[in-house]
């Protein structure tokens, strides 16, 4: 009888709630409300070449955040756009068209908004703003920030499938090829006490 509840309360419920958990981890981050008010041709490209032309329009960028400065506007991202990936995050690539400055009105804790983490933007073109680069100035579109994704980290460990015949003092297979989880030169560098990265 309980087994049989069981299955009547899966099949009623269940499906309709994994159906919904799975459609909510694969939707955008911004939401539908704000991604309706970008026009098709408001691409990073043409706002870059001409922020001033775009002004008030609403735009969503990916990239990754160069620096991030607490102001009296509010915190001022400087950050490097990327092409979008699943769900807008930035793709792992080197490709890029430019940088932009994303300004919130909220004051955002800038180590948590660090340098190299990823974010999605969605926000109005405020025109252009020049800033030094190094030895430079450069343009920078300017964003003010509508809404705000800072994706979180995934830490990526190696663990090797074969941990005993590591520090097993009887087995010698670390010095076979045919054997190694790693490439040669990682484990040369294992064996210095250096570990490559």
């Known amino acids: 009888m309980v087994k049989e509840t ?4 899966v099949s009623s419920y ?5 159906l919904f958990l799975f459609m ?4 955008p981050v911004i939401s539908k409300q704000v991604r309706d008010q970008v026009r098709p041709e408001m691409t990073f490209s043409a706002v870059f070449r001409d922020p001033e032309g775009y002004k008030g329009q609403m735009i ?16 001022l991202l400087q950050i490097v756009q ?4 699943f769900r807008g995050q930035p793709k792992d690539v080197d490709t890029t068209e430019g ?5 919130d009105s909220r004051y955002l804790d800038t180590y948590v908004y660090a340098k ?3 974010v999605t933007v969605a926000g109005e073109v405020q025109g252009k703003r020049t800033l030094p680069l190094d030895k430079t100035e450069y343009t920078y579109p300017m964003i003010q920030v509508k809404e705000l994704y800072l994706w979180p980290v995934i830490e990526h460990r190696d663990y090797s499938p074969y941990p005993y015949y590591y520090r097993h003092p009887f087995f010698y297979y670390d010095d076979y090829w045919w054997w190694q989880p790693y490439p040669a030169d990682k484990r040369k560098c ?3 006490g250096k570990s490559k990265k």
């Open 6 to 9: 069981g299955k009547a309360f």
């Open 14 to 18: 269940g499906m309709p709630i994994i």
């Open 24 to 27: 909510a981890s694969c939707a």
């Open 60 to 75: 969503v960028l990916s990239g990754v955040i160069v620096s991030a400065e607490n102001t009296k506007e509010g915190t």
């Open 82 to 85: 990327r092409p979008a990936g």
């Open 99 to 103: 940088r932009f400055l994303a300004l």
């Open 116 to 118: 190299d983490r990823e």
């Open 190 to 192: 294992e064996k210095s």
